[in-house]
């Protein structure tokens, strides 16, 4: 009867539907508690959520006892927030402290709340919690991600957050980073091709700060030379 309901709503069925789930969730059956998460999603809204719904979504996250549901809300919070972080840093300075300070400790307690409850979704969860870190520039914090990451994960996943770690930490080895991930990822052109310009990049800033920084040595030396110093005197 549950999956039918489901089925209804995709048909584009929704009264029917709907009917099925409200007599579901008002028995104390096996279902009920499903019937009444359907209920909600499918009256949940586009993103990002409302905080009521957002609070909804908790507390079937945290205090539902189906796993089923559980995952299913934690998936939901996940898009809300990726949904709110998405485009954070083209964000104003004082809109992005208001969303770090409002948004990101809930962010990261559902990450980390879904990393113990379900260890099968572990991996995914890390990788989303250490690229959120690396954002807000907690590089200390990340680490410990990133060195599980990089233990544990796939060799794909594991380069590609060392990448991002080494990025943001301006480390110079970054650029080699992206050509190894490139040659990983060789029978996909168009992905190996997004890393080899992102090497390029990386190599062509680090050129530009080199002269930049040789230029500005030179010009103070040139300043600090008796010569100059006499005629700034005169």
Same mark, same amino acid.
């Given at each position: 009867?549950?999956?039918?309901?489901?089925?209804?709503?995709?048909?584009?069925?929704?009264?029917? *539907?709907?009917?099925?789930?409200?007599?579901?969730?008002?028995?104390?059956?096996?279902?009920?508690?499903?019937?009444?998460?359907?209920?909600? #999603?499918?009256?949940?809204?586009?993103?990002?959520?409302?905080?009521? @719904?957002?609070?909804?979504?908790?507390?079937?996250?945290?205090?539902?006892?189906?796993?089923?549901?559980?995952?299913?809300?934690?998936?939901?919070?996940?898009?809300?927030?990726?949904?709110?972080?998405?485009?954070?840093?083209?964000?104003?300075?004082?809109?992005?402290?208001?969303?770090?300070?409002?948004?990101?400790?809930?962010?990261?307690?559902?990450?980390?709340? *879904?990393?113990?409850?379900?260890?099968?979704?572990?991996?995914?969860?890390?990788?989303?919690?250490?690229?959120?870190?690396?954002?807000?520039?907690?590089?200390?914090?990340?680490?410990? #991600?990133?060195?599980?990451?990089?233990?544990?994960?796939?060799?794909?996943? &594991?380069?590609?957050?060392?990448?991002?770690? +080494?990025?943001?930490?301006?480390?110079?080895? +970054?650029?080699?980073? &992206?050509?190894?991930?490139?040659?990983?990822?060789?029978?996909?052109?168009?992905? &190996?091709?997004?890393?080899?310009?992102?090497?390029? +990049?990386?190599?062509?800033?680090?050129?530009?700060? @080199?002269?930049? @920084? *040789?230029?500005?040595?030179?010009? @103070?030396?040139?300043?600090?030379?008796?010569?100059?110093?006499?005629?700034?005197?005169?």
């Amino acid at each position: 009867v549950l999956f039918r309901s489901r089925y209804l709503m995709e048909l584009k069925e929704t009264m029917r *539907g709907q009917e099925i789930l409200q007599n579901l969730s008002k028995s104390r059956g096996l279902y009920a508690h499903k019937a009444e998460f359907y209920l909600f #999603e499918n009256e949940i809204g586009a993103l990002p959520y409302s905080s009521e @719904t957002v609070a909804q979504l908790e507390r079937f996250y945290l205090q539902d006892p189906d796993p089923e549901i559980q995952k299913s809300a934690l998936e939901r919070l996940r898009k809300h927030y990726q949904f709110l972080f998405q485009d954070q840093a083209l964000l104003d300075k004082p809109s992005r402290e208001k969303l770090y300070e409002n948004e990101f400790p809930n962010y990261l307690k559902v990450l980390k709340q *879904g990393i113990d409850l379900f260890p099968d979704l572990g991996e995914k969860l890390r990788f989303e919690l250490a690229f959120l870190l690396i954002q807000k520039g907690d590089l200390k914090k990340a680490k410990a #991600e990133v060195d599980w990451l990089t233990r544990f994960s796939n060799p794909k996943r &594991a380069m590609e957050v060392q990448f991002l770690y +080494a990025e943001a930490d301006e480390d110079p080895h +970054a650029p080699q980073l &992206a050509l190894e991930i490139s040659q990983l990822v060789k029978t996909n052109p168009k992905e &190996a091709k997004t890393w080899v310009l992102k090497a390029y +990049a990386l190599k062509k800033k680090a050129i530009i700060a @080199t002269r930049e @920084t *040789g230029r500005s040595e030179e010009h @103070t030396s040139e300043l600090q030379s008796p010569c100059n110093l006499v005629c700034r005197l005169l």
